[in-house]
């Protein structure tokens, strides 16, 4: 078999862009809100996000057959949230500062839709492999837009990136400010309504 | 279909695998992570006092406690203003002791630099936490930090940048008469004409209620140290 049969690949693939969850099926919108003042947590979320919906979609399909049919959504949150915890602690041993700036964005992690639609979706009727091909392919398809829309708020709204000042101190002087809206969750939903846009324009999907 | 006893056993065991995972995963990483707290109290105490993290000397957990050791005396004060002798700040659970105050106090040889007290109080969302440093003078904001708070970012958050925090050093928070009266963050920013402007400092706009909390959790934090600080000012004034 090999490692990348055409099915897997669309598994990885397809959330990047043509099914992503946050521009397509417009799900874990809230921390797509939350942690996109600035570029460094959102990145930290985005791999955070990853990890989990990894690590869970594979262990979700290696049980898949033994996970009895009625109790099956409170499993699938039990080893989501085992692994959310998880991941808020490593945070906090290793990388203090930034767990202290994700604060509650990493437990609601645990809420997070895409998390248990995928576990729900794709786990409970795929194979470890592919499964987990697949939480990697949504967790980068989330980070990527996470990631843009952070890009445009930090820019706009701190003209940073990643923390350096991008805005040279001529155009402060000149008269050019930091557009406060951008720093506050309308800001998050009018970026994001402009790449939801884009990107339908882009990939040519029409709503029936 | 599968039986009840089959779904309560395969529960129990899934729970316990999982709880198992989760706590060893606690406890491997429960000493790291206190002592990342601990430090990053410390830091807040070092940086209200005025020291400053540099590219050269990053303030890894081994150096703050370098500089704590060297440069920092804590000590305990009652409600009458007096020093309790014997008492660490650390003896004192602030949840207990309604009636005992931790101070630090930053010394280079025999000078003072200044006091840092704790601060906490309601913001938006919940507890905040920090350090409030004064000048030698007992009456003169040194500098303000925040280590723990769950207010909004890019809102609330702001407490702890620096664009904030920057406003305190040189604020009065007694008034001429030497009367407690705060520091206020005002909303829209301080008007530097008024004859108020002395106690206030720029707010932060979109947290109106982190900064009403603030304000009064600051002034019910320096009211409980009052006491102490007017002994300094009234012996410095002599």
């Known amino acids: 078999m090999a490692l990348l049969d055409k099915k897997s690949k669309k598994a990885f693939s397809?959330?990047?862009m043509s099914n992503n969850p946050i521009s397509l099926?417009?799900?874990g919108i809230c921390s797509a809100l939350a942690v996109?003042?600035?570029?460094?947590?959102a990145v930290v979320m985005s791999l955070a996000v990853i990890f989990v919906l990894a690590v869970s979609n594979t262990v979700i399909a290696l049980?898949?057959?033994?996970i009895p049919g009625k109790v099956r959504i409170i499993v699938q949150l039990s080893v989501i949230a085992s692994m959310v915890v998880f991941i808020d602690l490593v945070l906090k041993a290793y990388f203090y500062d930034m767990s202290k700036q994700l604060s509650v964005f990493v437990g609601l992690i645990i809420t997070n839709c895409i998390i248990m639609g995928r576990a729900e979706a794709f786990a409970m009727q795929n194979g470890p492999w592919r499964s987990l091909l697949d939480g990697i392919g949504n967790g980068i398809g989330y980070g990527g837009i996470l990631i843009?829309?952070?890009f445009f708020r930090e820019l706009l709204g701190s003209g940073t990136f990643y923390g350096i000042q991008i805005i040279p101190d001529s155009f402060y002087a000149a008269?050019?400010?930091?557009?406060g809206l951008m720093v506050l969750s309308p800001g998050a939903f009018i970026i994001l309504g402009l790449i939801v846009w884009a990107q339908r324009l882009i990939a040519n999907i029409e709503e029936e | 279909m599968h039986s009840n006893k089959y779904t309560l056993i395969f529960t129990a065991v899934l729970t316990i695998i999982l709880g198992f995972f989760v706590?060893?995963?606690d406890s491997s990483l429960k000493d790291m992570r206190e002592k990342n707290i601990e430090a990053d109290i410390r830091k807040n105490i070092l940086s209200s006092l005025g020291f400053k993290e540099t590219l050269e000397s990053p303030w890894t957990n081994e150096r703050v406690e370098e500089i704590f050791s060297e440069s920092i005396i804590g000590f305990v004060v009652d409600s009458a203003g007096s020093v309790i002798d014997g008492k660490n700040p650390k003896d004192i659970n602030p949840d207990k002791d309604f009636k005992e105050f931790p101070i630090y106090k930053r010394v280079s040889g025999e000078q003072v630099e200044g006091y840092?007290?704790?601060i906490s109080g309601k913001g938006l969302w919940g507890t905040m936490y920090g350090y409030f440093s004064i000048e030698p003078d007992g009456a003169t904001a040194k500098g303000i930090t925040f280590y723990s708070h769950i207010e909004t970012p890019g809102l609330g958050a702001e407490v702890d940048k620096p664009w904030f925090q920057n406003n305190f050093p040189g604020k009065k928070f007694v008034d001429p008469n030497g009367k407690l009266i705060g520091i206020q963050a005002m909303k829209g920013g301080v008007d530097e004409t008024s004859p108020e402007a002395y106690h206030q400092v720029d707010g932060i706009s979109g947290a109106t209620m982190t900064t009403n909390g603030l304000n009064s959790f600051l002034y019910e934090g320096l009211k409980n140290y009052d006491p102490y600080l007017s002994k300094i000012r009234s012996s410095l004034s002599l």
């Open chain 1, 14 to 16: 397809d959330p990047l």
């Open chain 1, 25 to 27: 099926q417009v799900l």
């Open chain 1, 36 to 41: 996109t003042v600035k570029m460094d947590t």
């Open chain 1, 63 to 66: 049980l898949r057959k033994m």
């Open chain 1, 148 to 150: 843009g829309v952070a």
């Open chain 1, 175 to 179: 008269g050019y400010q930091n557009m």
């Open chain 2, 23 to 25: 706590s060893t995963a």
């Open chain 2, 116 to 118: 840092s007290i704790p």
